[in-house]
């Protein structure tokens, strides 16, 4: 079992920066390629970025590349969402999520696991 706990969603100034970290806990972090997904009030689940066990290879969605950036501490057991130039369309709850093998597109086939969730508000 892998429990994934996200922090540091809050109130952010919109084109500012905001970093987002999701803890494992367990001794398996580093068998999981991991992700982010966001889902905005009224809207479905988005895929933002994904990163390999290794953290040797990441993808970000379209909506989002250029201004985040995703990576990993496996000494930590943490993945972090690094957002730059934020937009009030970013305002959603962040979720991480855990899956055996790294998805290099924005279609995920499942996950194994998902965290509970963290809002962040993007005020124009």
């Known amino acids: 079992q892998v429990q994934l706990v996200e922090s540091g969603g809050g109130l952010v100034q919109a084109g500012g920066p905001h970093g987002l970290s999701c803890a494992a806990s367990?001794?398996?972090?580093?068998?999981?390629?991991m992700g982010w997904f966001r889902q905005a009030p009224g809207k479905g689940r988005e895929f933002v970025a994904s990163?390999?066990?290794?953290?040797?290879?990441?993808y970000l969605s379209d909506s989002v590349k250029g201004r985040f950036t995703i990576s990993r501490d496996n000494a930590k057991n943490t993945v972090y969402l690094q957002m730059n130039s934020l937009k009030p369309e970013d305002t959603a709850v962040y979720y991480c999520?855990?899956?055996?093998?790294?998805?290099?597109?924005?279609?995920?086939?499942?996950?194994?696991?998902w965290g509970q969730g963290t809002q962040v508000t993007v005020s124009s």
């Open positions: 999520a855990a899956r055996p093998t790294m998805v290099y597109g924005s279609s995920w086939p499942g996950a194994d696991y």
């Open positions: 367990g001794r398996t972090f580093s068998t999981y390629a």
């Open positions: 990163i390999s066990r290794s953290g040797g290879n990441t």
